[in-house]
């Protein structure tokens, strides 16, 4: 059977639904960029700064979560800049609680549904402790926000990408942030730092997976060159100290 010419099967023809696939694909067109839109906007309210990704699951007091309050609470008064993270519970509130007691304010990307929440849960409200909260239906336009959240558009800009333990939502987002570098579409001219947290050996297995890529022929280190792995947060405060020149 001959396929319809592609003039044909844009402007109408005998596919089934084809009214109905029209109208979702370009209503979801445009509700994808209304919702950049409001990510940009909220990001302009309160600027760019430290972008943290890790999981909505680990509890306070458990030593993970621990770990990631206390590191924000170091980087919001070493860097003196905004947190931005996806504003839900477990690591994302470790970061708000944290950087909050470091004295600066904390941005929300939101998403519509966390991996830790019911299905079928209503869309998360504001938390009070977020100065500015943007919400998102959208995984596309979340990760579109959250990267500009920790764009350097100036060289005296202090931004930072910062892994936290987490599970495939936060590996997706920092290796992410890892292509967009090694395709140099990142959307800027100067170095970001992007830092994996490997409290107790967290990230040791993707740590061994890219060095096997490496040796098999499928990577090149040097094309990420920008990662840093640290088991300690002063080992991560140190280098942002060093990188930014600026002191604790």
Not at 21 to 47: H, Q
Not at 61 to 75: D, I
Not at 131 to 144: G, P
Request: charged share 25%; glycine share 14%.
């Amino acid at each position: 059977m001959r396929c319809p010419a592609p003039r044909r099967y844009y402007e109408g023809g005998t596919r089934l639904h084809r009214k109905n696939a029209d109208d979702l694909m370009l209503g979801s067109g445009r509700a994808l960029a209304a919702e950049v839109r409001g990510c940009f906007e909220t990001i302009k309210e309160i600027g760019r700064g430290v972008v943290y990704f890790g999981s909505a699951r680990f509890e306070p007091g458990s030593k993970l979560y621990e770990e990631g309050k206390a590191l924000s609470t170091r980087v919001a008064k070493l860097l003196k800049v905004p947190a931005w993270s996806g504003g839900g519970k477990g690591m994302m509130g470790a970061v708000t609680h944290g950087t909050k007691a470091g004295g600066m304010p904390v941005g929300a990307v939101r998403i519509s549904r966390e991996a830790s929440d019911a299905p079928g849960k209503a869309p998360p409200g504001k938390n009070a402790m977020h100065a500015v909260t943007c919400f998102c239906q959208f995984m596309a336009s979340r990760k579109i926000g959250l990267t500009d959240a920790g764009m350097r558009v100036r060289e005296a800009d202090r931004t930072a990408f910062i892994a936290l333990p987490g599970g495939i939502g936060t590996l997706d987002e920092v290796v992410e942030i890892l292509v967009l570098g090694q395709l140099n579409k990142l959307g800027t001219n100067f170095p970001i730092p992007v830092i994996l947290m490997n409290y107790d050996g967290y990230w040791d297995g993707l740590m061994s997976w890219i060095t096997d890529a490496e040796r098999l022929g499928a990577l090149k280190t040097a094309e990420i060159d920008n990662l840093k792995v640290f088991g300690s947060n002063d080992a991560c405060i140190k280098y942002l100290s060093d990188f930014y020149g600026v002191k604790e």
